[in-house]
Nanobody, 128 residues
Framework: QVQLVESGGGLVQAGGSLRLSCAAS????????MGWFRQAPGKEREFVAA????????YYADSVKGRFTISRDNAKNTVYLQMNSLKPEDAAVYYC?????????????????????WGQGTQVTVSS
């Protein structure tokens, strides 16, 4: 049974930082691309960041580029999202996702349709 468990969310002031973690089990972690998505109330789920299965390439939404960093530790079956300079508009439930695709282009990596497994989400709240 595949499980993705996010942690690290919470309440932070604008300009602050948080580090999200997602621990995976029940799958061959190193064979999967990993992504972070978020969903704010009343909005659709949106792409945040993704990292190729090898960890060699990363992709970011324009809204977080330069502030967020995705990384992975294949030895620990864990993917991370370091979030700096947080803004109130970053507040959302953050989900990690895992999926295998042959192609690993930006368009493929940012589509939620290309991820087979999802975590339960972790809440990030940013106060102004």
């Amino acid at each position: 049974q595949v499980q993705l468990v996010e942690s690290g969310g919470g309440l932070v002031q604008a300009g602050g930082s948080l580090r999200l973690s997602c621990a995976a089990s029940g799958l061959t972690f190193s064979a999967n691309n990993m992504g972070w998505f978020r969903q704010a109330p009343g909005k659709e789920r949106e792409f945040v960041a993704a990292i190729r299965r090898s960890g060699g390439n990363t992709y970011y939404a324009d809204s977080v580029k330069g502030r967020f960093t995705i990384s992975r530790d294949n030895a620990k079956n864990t993917v991370y999202l370091q979030m700096n300079s947080l803004k109130p508009e970053d507040a959302a439930v953050y989900y990690c996702a895992a999926g295998f695709t042959v192609a690993q282009t930006m368009g493929v990596m940012m589509s939620p349709n290309n991820y087979n497994y999802w975590g339960q989400g972790t809440q990030v709240t940013v106060s102004s």
